[in-house]
């Protein structure tokens, strides 16, 4: 079964400094993975997926993920966060074949002055 | 206009009420689903849907139903509602390189 671990509940970054978000998951095959944000109030929005290819995926935001199959890992990162990064960050995975998403529990960003 | 849509936004009810959420798509996806959302506990997969005619279960369907009536709308209902029902409920839709693009939430309080 596919499963998604985010490690970290929440974080806290200055603005202005890095980020990076852990995201582990668990499957057999070739995921897709993707990375949603939901700002307070909002439904999800994708900020980038991997399906297959260059390892490292941009996304929208100046975000970035890289894939690293030794590691079963999709971790986020973003190289000078922004107020208005503080939201709430999603992994997820899904089977090449079919179309459920399996969802980690989320990583809540706050970004303070 | 938003390309995926869920009414009511907010509602409260009591314990063994009826309710319908709605979410209704101009994306012309056929396929939908139905998420709730806990804190700690991310997303989980209510009901998906392939098309009108093809319906199916996802990890948490227990006290829950749906129905497609078309292509754009996909109802969730909550035959009798329980306290513990009360979730932030999240339609969405699924394009051809599986990406889903998500609706705007419901706020679900069964009292």
């Known amino acids: 079964a596919q499963s998604v671990t985010q490690p970290d509940i929440h974080i806290t970054v200055s603005e202005g400094a890095s980020l990076e978000l852990r995201c582990n998951y668990s499957?057999?095959?070739?995921?897709?993975l993707f990375w949603y944000v939901q700002s307070p109030g909002q439904g999800l929005q994708l900020l980038l997926k991997?399906?297959?290819?260059?390892?490292l995926v941009q996304g929208i935001k100046g975000f970035e993920a890289e894939f690293k199959r030794s590691q079963s890992s999709f971790n986020l990162r973003k190289p000078s966060v922004h107020w208005s990064d503080a939201a709430e960050y999603f992994c997820?995975?899904?089977?090449?074949?079919?179309?459920?998403?399996?969802f980690g529990a989320g990583t809540t960003v706050t970004v303070r002055a | 206009d938003a390309d995926v849509t869920q009414t009511p936004r907010n509602r409260i009810t009591k314990t063994g009420k009826r309710i319908m959420l709605e979410c209704s798509q101009t994306?012309?996806?056929?396929?939908m689903y139905w998420y709730r959302q806990d804190p700690g506990l991310g997303l989980r997969l209510i009901y998906y849907?392939?098309?009108?005619?093809?319906?199916n279960k996802g990890e948490i369907s227990d006290g829950y139903s749906v129905s497609r009536q078309a292509q754009a709308k996909f109802s969730l209902s909550l035959e009798s509602a329980i306290p513990n029902q009360t979730a932030l409920y999240f339609c969405?839709?699924?394009?051809?390189?599986?990406?889903?693009?998500f609706g705007p939430g419901t706020r679900l309080t069964v009292l």
């Open positions: 991997y399906f297959s290819g260059d390892t």
């Open positions: 997820a995975v899904g089977p090449s074949n079919d179309y459920k998403l399996s």
């Open positions: 969405a839709t699924k394009g051809s390189n599986n990406e889903q693009f």
């Open positions: 994306k012309g996806h056929d396929r």
């Open positions: 499957y057999g095959a070739t995921p897709y």
């Open positions: 849907s392939f098309d009108v005619k093809d319906i």
